[in-house]
């Protein structure tokens, strides 16, 4: 998967969201994923557009949607977001060097 220096999603660089879902990961030690607002706070940019990334990343299978860890005690959880089944190549793919 090389990934073209050009590309935006959600109106953000491909290489700004390939690095934040990337250190989102890695802080992802006990595996329950991260919610749009700590994305948000990571990116300097409004939950709303965290969340719709997410979502067009979803789509996409380079996220997916987990429930909220039993440890959570938020009367009003929020839904969670962790690698999918195309995150990991996507956090690991070379920029394409433009021609």
Not at 4 to 28: F, N, P
Not at 42 to 67: C, D, F, G, Y
Not at 76 to 99: D, I, K, M, N, S
């Amino acid at each position: 998967m090389d990934l073209d220096r050009s590309t935006v999603i959600a109106g953000l660089k491909i290489k700004v969201i390939r690095d934040a879902i990337r250190e989102m990961a890695r802080h992802d030690g006990n595996d329950s994923g991260w919610t749009v607002t700590s994305l948000a706070t990571h990116m300097n940019i409004s939950p709303t557009h965290a969340e719709w990334l997410s979502e067009i990343l979803v789509e996409q299978r380079i996220l997916e949607r987990k429930p909220p860890p039993s440890w959570d005690r938020n009367p009003v959880p929020e839904l969670r977001y962790a690698l999918g089944e195309y995150g990991t190549r996507f956090t690991l793919a070379p920029h394409a060097q433009a021609h």
